[in-house]
Nanobody, 128 residues
Framework: QVQLVESGGGLVQAGGSLRLSCAAS????????MGWFRQAPGKEREFVAA???????????DYADSAKGRFTISRDNAKNTVYLQMDSLKPEDTAVYYC??????????????????WGQGTQVTVSS
């Protein structure tokens, strides 16, 4: 069982930055694929970014088009934590952001079904 706890959400003005953190339990965190998703009111949960585990694709990173050039996903395996640095935030980035983990050796990192474990979410609100 993997437990995920997100933090770092809040209210920020357009153009500002936030860094989300997701602390994970588990002794083999470095092998987990980790993802960030978001869900805006009235919309479906959508992929934001993912980072592969060390044993799978050597920590390769992937981003949704909406996140490319503005968001950066990273992981600190010594701290069992994955981060999402969000810069140049826009009002349309307003959503609840969820951290997800997968212990599978093969997955579609952009699909919700690829992940077995989810955090409780953290609210990000970007004002115009």
């Amino acid at each position: 069982q993997v437990q995920l706890v997100e933090s770092g959400g809040g209210l920020v003005q357009a153009g500002g930055s936030l860094r989300l953190s997701c602390a994970a339990s588990g002794r083999t965190f470095s092998s987990y694929a980790m993802g960030w998703f978001r869900q805006a009111p009235g919309k479906e949960r959508e992929f934001v970014a993912a980072v592969a585990g060390i044993t799978l694709s050597g920590g390769r990173k992937d981003y949704a088009d909406s996140a490319k050039g503005r968001f950066t996903i990273s992981r600190d395996n010594a701290k069992n934590t994955v981060y999402l640095q969000m810069d140049s935030l826009k009002p349309e980035d307003t959503a609840v952001y969820y951290c997800a983990a997968s212990t599978r050796r093969s997955l579609d990192s952009r699909s919700l079904s690829g992940y077995e474990y989810w955090g409780q979410g953290t609210q990000v609100t970007v004002s115009s």
